[in-house]
Nanobody, 122 residues
Framework: QVQLVESGGGLVQAGGSLRLSCAAS??????YGWFRQAPGKEREFVAA????????YYADSVKGRFTISRDNAKNTVYLQMNSLKPEDTAVYYC?????????????????WGQGTQVTVSS
């Protein structure tokens, strides 16, 4: 049974940092991603990483502030979030997929975690 379990969310002041973790079990995937969804908005792409060579992808809104990484031995993916802003407030979801297109689209991912809340206060 495939499971993606996120952790590390919480409440932080603007300018602060958080690190999210996503532990995968049941199998490995070629690519892992982080998405987020704010109240009343659609789920949006944040970052992705390739399991094989560590190639990373970022949304323009988080470039230079967020870093995605993976630990293949632990089958775990991380999202280090620095210089957080109130507009980063959302539920953050870990997702996983096999090789293919649509890296930045929710439709490209087959497996999802339950989400973890990140709240940034001003």
């Amino acid at each position: 049974q495939v499971q993606l379990v996120e952790s590390g969310g919480g409440l932080v002041q603007a300018g602060g940092s958080l690190r999210l973790s996503c532990a995968a079990s049941g199998r490995t995937f070629s690519r892992y991603g982080w998405f987020r969804q704010a109240p009343g908005k659609e789920r949006e792409f944040v970052a992705a990483v390739s399991r094989s060579d560590g190639t990373t992808y970022y949304a323009d809104s988080v470039k230079g502030r967020f870093t995605i990484s993976r630990d293949n031995a632990k089958n775990t993916v991380y999202l280090q979030m620095n210089s957080l802003k109130p507009e980063d407030t959302a539920v953050y979801y870990c997702a996983a997929r096999d090789p293919g297109r649509m890296i930045f689209d929710v439709k490209g991912y087959s497996y999802w975690g339950q989400g973890t809340q990140v709240t940034v206060s001003s």
